[in-house]
T-cell receptor, first 111, second 112 residues
Framework: GDSVTQMEGPVTLSEEAFLTINCTYT??????LFWYVQYPGEGLQLLLKATKADDKGSNKGFEATYRKETTSFHLEKGSVQVSDSAVYFC??????????WGAGTKLIIKP | KAGVTQTPRYLIKTRGQQVTLSCSPI?????VSWYQQTPGQGLQFLFE???????NKGNFPGRFSGRQFSNSRSEMNVSTLELGDSALYLC???????????FGQGTRLTVV
């Protein structure tokens, strides 16, 4: 079945550092891909999405590009802030509109 | 416009009891999905409803059930609670045909 694999955390960075969180997927067909963020004690917020190959999703300085050839959707940000500390989830939407989730990556940004 | 609303935010129940959680989707959204989030298993899909019909179901025992009303509000029920049912239960709504899901803040269920 479809699956999502993302890098394990926690990822600890200093403020203003460059961020990459790796995400790869296996899927039949052409899923939509998402990054969601979860702040402590909160639900999930959609950070960005891409619906077809070579699409780039972006929001709040975060970017991810749908790479069909490498089945990847890595999350990047050029300069992280303490407020970016959260858990980040990569997900795909299958043909039944069900979200398949990665395990989540905890990001810790130190001042 | 109002987001997805889940009630209650927190619940403490005893083993063997049953519980009902409620979810009000964003106005105009007819699809409602439920997910269970635990530290050990991560996020797992429970079921999805559209126009009062269950369209998809995850791999959970029959103790987990749900329904959707004509106004698209949804409830999920867990009977004969077990300690392992302690989790954050998340509800998400979306437009028909959309892959973009909007989540509520969740209901934190603790079974003691």
């Amino acid at each position: 079945g479809d699956s999502v694999t993302q890098m394990e955390g926690p990822v600890t960075l200093s403020e203003e550092a460059f961020l990459t969180i790796n995400c790869t997927y296996t899927a039949t067909g052409y899923p939509s891909l998402f990054w969601y963020v979860q702040y402590p004690g909160e639900g999930l917020q959609l950070l960005l999405k891409a619906t077809k190959a070579d699409d780039k999703g972006s929001n709040k300085g975060f970017e991810a590009t749908y790479r069909k050839e490498t089945t990847s959707f890595h999350l990047e940000k050029g300069s992280v802030q303490v407020s970016d500390s959260a858990v980040y989830f990569c997900a795909l939407s299958d043909s039944n509109y069900q979200l398949i989730w990665g395990a989540g990556t905890k990001l810790i940004i130190k001042p | 416009k109002a987001g997805v609303t889940q009630t209650p935010r927190y619940l403490i129940k005893t083993r063997g009891q049953q519980v009902t959680l409620s979810c009000s989707p964003i106005s105009g959204h007819r699809s409602v999905s439920w997910y269970q989030q635990t530290p050990g298993q991560g996020l797992q899909f429970l079921f999805e409803y559209f126009s009062e019909t269950q369209r998809n179901k995850g791999n959970f025992p029959g103790r987990f059930s749900g329904r959707q009303f004509s106004n698209s509000r949804s409830e999920m029920n867990v009977s004969t609670l077990e300690l392992g049912d302690s989790a954050l239960y998340l509800c998400a709504s979306s437009f028909e045909g959309s892959t973009e899901a909007f989540f509520g803040q969740g209901t934190r269920l603790t079974v003691v």
